[in-house]
């Protein structure tokens, strides 16, 4: 063997070995070994199905056959049946079909999980027709507005599209025409024709409808985000959510059992929260049996059980969490909340109460500027405030919530109420007590040895 065969053969074999530590650093980092795939089951009705609709929408056909569905034999019939009374019903290829699969239909195979998603308050987000937020998509903005935004989260009521005569719009091979201002819509409290409320394609995505999916914090962020709700950039920004970015390899989101502790440990998501099973809890659709407070209205309040409520969320915590960390992680979120109520929400709840009665602002919602600034008050900034604390995000609680809560309580809202009040004793009285409660008080002047204090600390910092 000369010497030039030796180098040339080193050479190849650190090569290998390289390419061998690559190829574990690689699989180690987070990407999965790509296993043969198993062969979907399709039969009966289901076959046609398949065969057909892979040359006419391939990318349905494609996500079906990845899914536990296609192993198991569940196909295109077998969730799209239905019977020739359904209100959707219409014949296609022979056989009576409907368009909008519903939780109805999933209960079949999935009986527990539909009765706890219908007992859950996913299941009734529709059921806010008479809310200021609806008034402002549906009147305000325009109902469009509304079919568009609020209602592909929230859920429409399906209803078909009618003709001149009043009757649902069908084409000539009888299939429906819905209503566009009602579908398509996958709105996780959907009103759906066969009674049933949900949509589980919310969450499980359709045809896919896989569990890795619906563990992913994205999934959850679709909705709850934005100005008023902004539940996945607080997660973002805790250090829950910076532990699942870094470990997210090691989340084991595909698992069939995911039990936090024995299936995985590497960070928390929305699921493992509120809905994932611990060594102690049992998986749940029921997404409010975890939660204490209700941090949407003006003022919070204690839910109905909450004991209980607290006591699996604190399960949960409890895997990740010493218990000395947990019940002051509680009692911070509870003084907080209350300090939200007390400080801000009650009083300004009084003042526009005090308007009201006055007949300085009308009955009706949005028509009056104060309305849109005592709204963003509580609906936007407070909100933030509260979920910010409630997820450990102190951005979201310090610049975003309390910060934004004060300028707009002190410098907006009680600026307008005072000028709208001018001249009337009970507004001017409502007004008074609020600003002499001892919250308040720091508005008429700090002593002048805070005010020494706050002098001296920037003038050794910053030099002046």
């Known amino acids: 063997m000369t010497l030039e065969f030796k180098r040339i053969l080193v050479a190849a074999l650190s090569g290998l070995f390289l390419l061998a530590l690559l190829v574990v650093a690689w699989v180690e980092g ?33 996500q079906w056959a990845d899914s536990k569905h296609a192993v198991l034999g569940v196909a295109c019939y077998e969730c799209h049946r239905a019977e020739e009374s359904d209100a959707d019903a219409f014949r296609h290829e022979g056989q009576w079909i409907a368009t909008v699969v519903t939780p109805k239909d999933c209960s079949g195979c999935h009986a527990d999980i539909a009765r706890e998603f219908w007992n859950s308050h996913h299941s009734k987000a529709a059921q806010f027709v008479g809310s200021l937020d609806n ?15 609020c209602l592909q989260c929230h859920g429409s009521t399906v209803a078909f599209a009618r003709g001149p005569d009043g009757q649902a719009r069908r084409d000539a091979n009888g299939k429906p025409e819905f209503d566009p201002l009602t579908w398509p819509n996958t709105g996780i409290g959907r009103v759906n024709m066969d009674g049933s409320r949900g949509a589980c394609s919310a969450c499980h995505s359709r045809h896919a409808f896989q569990r890795s999916m619906a563990r992913q914090p994205d999934v959850c962020g679709k909705c709850h985000m934005g100005p008023d709700h902004p539940q996945i950039e607080i997660y973002n920004e805790s250090k829950h959510g910076i532990a699942f970015r870094t470990r997210q390899a090691e989340m084991n989101l595909g698992s069939e059992s995911w039990v936090l502790g024995v299936d995985y440990d590497a960070a928390p998501t929305c699921a493992t929260c509120h809905m994932s099973a611990t060594r102690n809890l049992p998986v749940t659709h029921d997404v409010g ?39 002051g992680f509680y009692r911070q979120y509870d003084a907080t909340v209350d300090m939200w109520n007390t400080k801000f929400a009650l009083p300004a709840q009084s003042i526009m109460t005090a308007l009201r009665e006055e007949k300085k602002i009308t009955p009706d919602p949005f028509d009056d500027d104060i309305e849109w600034t005592f709204y963003r008050l509580w609906h936007h900034e407070g909100r933030r405030a509260r979920m910010g604390v409630s997820m450990q995000g102190p951005d979201y609680t310090q610049w975003h919530g309390f910060f934004e809560v004060a300028e707009n309580f002190y410098f907006r809202f009680l600026p307008a109420a005072e000028e709208l009040g001018r001249g009337n004793l009970k507004i001017q009285a409502a007004i008074k007590k609020v600003l002499t409660d001892e919250p308040h008080r720091w508005r008429q002047g700090m002593s002048p040895e805070i005010r020494q204090k706050i002098d001296q600390f920037y003038k050794e910092r910053y030099g002046s």
């Open 30 to 62: 987070g990407q999965q070994r790509v296993e043969p795939k198993p062969r979907p089951s399709v039969t009966g009705e289901s076959k046609k199905c398949v065969t057909c609709h892979e040359q006419k929408t391939p990318g349905i056909v494609a």
């Open 135 to 149: 008034i402002l998509g549906e009147i305000v903005e325009g109902p469009l507005a509304a079919a568009n935004g």
């Open 289 to 327: 049996q975890r939660i204490s407070w209700t941090l949407r209205p003006v003022v919070s309040k204690k839910l109905e059980n909450w004991e209980k409520k607290r006591e699996q969320m604190t399960d949960v915590c409890s895997n990740c969490h010493s218990p000395d960390f947990v019940r």
